[in-house]
């Protein structure tokens, strides 16, 4: 296993840990000003192009966000095995990330033998990064892109209260996509360019 595989587990089982502890306190108990805001991811400016990731909107519905990280293509020749990056949340009196809403996209496909998992969570040392890792489990090959996109994984984040917040990939630690050897794919690159999510009250309230 090679060091950033190595460190990639560690910040892995961090993540899972935090998940496990903070899911039964976040979004519960009565928050009647949250009822009321409404939020809404706006991309970078970056334009798609090969091999970039990149952070877009999949959904928005009341306080719920659904952010969605894809991989421009066409590239059937890459290997891919595993996503590892850190999503960053500018203002988190804003915006927070949803614990366990982790989904696996279409870019990982599972040959035979094969499984994809897909966890995310806040760093133990800075909550304002979300560690994200989506990785084939079993060995074996990678897989290319053969469409003009593909998504890697989707996240939930809820706003908190009105305001903005930047939402973007970190710049540091340095984001990667590793093939089936563990190396990185230096082809793929990403979008540190802000992307913004704007809360806004719909007005009303009241118990």
């Not at 966000?65 to 999503?87: E, I, K, N, R, S």
């Not at 966890?119 to 040392?125: E, F, T, V």
């Amino acid at each position: 296993m090679t060091s950033r595989m190595t460190s990639i587990a560690i910040r892995g089982f961090v993540v899972v840990s935090l998940a496990v502890f903070t899911l039964g306190g976040y979004g519960c108990g009565g928050n009647n000003d949250s009822a009321h805001l409404v939020g809404q991811f706006t991309a970078s400016n970056t334009p798609s192009a090969l091999h970039l990731v990149k952070l877009v909107p999949q959904s928005n519905n009341g306080t719920r966000v659904v952010v969605q990280a894809v991989v421009y293509g066409p590239d059937t020749a890459l290997d891919m095995y595993t996503f590892a990056f850190d999503v960053k949340i500018g203002d988190t009196t804003v915006l927070g990330y949803v614990p366990n809403s982790a989904v696996a996209g279409n870019a990982l496909q599972a040959f035979a033998g094969q499984s994809i998992t897909a966890i995310a969570g806040p760093d133990a040392a800075d909550p304002t990064h979300i560690v994200v890792s989506v990785s084939k489990l079993g060995g074996g090959l990678g897989n290319g892109v053969a469409g003009a996109s593909a998504v890697a994984l989707s996240l939930s984040f809820d706003v908190l209260k009105e305001g903005t917040s930047t939402l973007a990939i970190a710049a540091a630690p340095a984001p990667s996509v590793l093939d089936s050897q563990g190396g990185a794919i230096g082809a793929i690159t990403f979008d540190s360019a802000n992307g913004t999510v704007t809360a806004i009250s719909t007005g009303g309230g009241g118990y």
